[in-house]
């Protein structure tokens, strides 16, 4: 937990110090053509561009903390908060002004919407987890599968040709396999399959008559971002399963006499799963941070596409919460796995002597 948080901090410093020096005045980007110099100051002092890089530092990892500390007296105090407009609990008094308060993170405004940041994530996460969760369990269950199969008939000509697949799913890259699947089933063989190149989860019918579910929509997105860990999983499946059947107690199952089909699912699948495990939480953070290039191609309206929107026009603290989101899930996904490695395999939990 400890190197996790270490982790987190780091990412924090790298964002915030990369963003600070990219060339762009922030308070001119908020009044667009309406700037003058008065105003553009007025804007500068409100976000605290006028203090030191290392006193921003300070301010956002304040803002960033869940126990943070604030000037509730001081309206021009750089850390004034208004705990009677906030939704904080103030936990304790530490001088006559200052106070330390427990809240949920702060992660600004956006500069072009003047939306706050964690409202326009909390309506695009989601999307963009139903994406990499239907995608991730498309590629788990579908291959492990076959590199079970591979695995049984190792050298026929199933195997071999999964080793294929593996190759080309593994080099094909994401925006290109998505150009290519959305032709193929958007364009070339709409008739036949229904499928919009572009569309959302939900969406508003010609007439006007409300929000329909289109779960249609997910189909070529969820099969374009899928392609590259089912091929990963093949191969890891595959592999560790030829490992494990190699072993002395699957020998010791077949002299008892145990039937095939117990020895591979009672036996030889759970002990073969822990690479799989790895590559799944791996590629399922991963998912959710490189859905950058399938959202903004199918016009999926989640967190990749956010961030392409705000690239576009600068918006970094729309950006910085992104990216912090996404780093956050890849540090919880992690963590998880660490634990579930010790509930399917014995072997790697750490016992009292």
């Not at 392609?227 to 499946?237: E, G, K, M």
């Not at 020895?263 to 790895?278: E, G, Q, R």
């Not at 490189?290 to 989640?302: M, Q």
Request: positive net charge; glycine residues 6%.
């Amino acid at each position: 937990m400890a190197y996790a948080l270490l982790i987190l901090w780091g990412v924090i410093t790298v964002i915030f110090f990369l963003f600070n020096i990219l060339p762009g005045d922030p308070a001119k980007m908020m009044l667009g053509q309406r700037s003058d110099i008065s105003t553009v100051e007025s804007i500068r002092k409100e976000l605290g561009l006028d203090k030191s890089k290392g006193m921003q530092y300070l301010k956002y990892l304040n803002d960033l903390s869940i126990i943070s500390f604030h000037n509730e007296k001081n309206i021009e105090s750089y850390f004034y908060l208004d705990i009677k407009k906030q939704k904080v609990k103030k936990l304790f008094n530490i001088s006559s002004e200052n106070i330390i308060v427990l809240k949920t993170p702060f992660l600004r405004r956006s500069y072009q919407s003047k939306k706050l940041v964690s409202e326009i994530i909390a309506e695009t996460l989601p999307n963009t987890f139903i994406l990499a969760l239907t995608s991730i369990i498309f590629a788990t269950l579908l291959g492990v599968l076959l590199g079970i199969i591979a695995a049984i008939k190792k050298d026929s000509f199933f195997d071999r040709s999964s080793l294929l697949f593996s190759a080309l799913g593994m080099s094909l890259p994401s925006f290109f396999a998505a150009i290519i699947i959305g032709w193929i089933f958007a364009f070339v063989l709409s008739d036949i399959t229904g499928l919009n190149l572009t569309g959302n989860l939900y969406e508003i019918d010609d007439l006007g008559n409300g929000i329909h579910l289109q779960l249609k929509n997910l189909i070529l997105p969820a099969l374009t971002l899928g392609i590259r860990p089912l091929a990963i999983v093949i191969q890891l499946a595959r592999n560790s399963m030829l490992d494990v059947l190699s072993q002395d107690y699957i020998r010791t199952a077949k002299a008892k006499g145990l039937s095939f089909k117990r020895i591979i699912w009672k036996h030889a699948l759970k002990n073969s799963l822990n690479p799989v495990i790895t590559a799944i939480s791996g590629w399922f953070a991963s998912l959710m941070a490189g859905v950058v290039f399938i959202e903004y191609i199918f016009g999926w309206k989640g967190l990749g596409y956010i961030i392409v929107s705000s690239l576009n026009n600068y918006d970094f603290p729309v950006i910085v919460g992104c990216v912090l989101t996404i780093s956050v899930i890849f540090i919880i996904i992690n963590t998880l796995v660490d634990i579930l490695y010790g509930i399917l395999d014995p072997r790697i939990r750490l016992s009292n002597p």
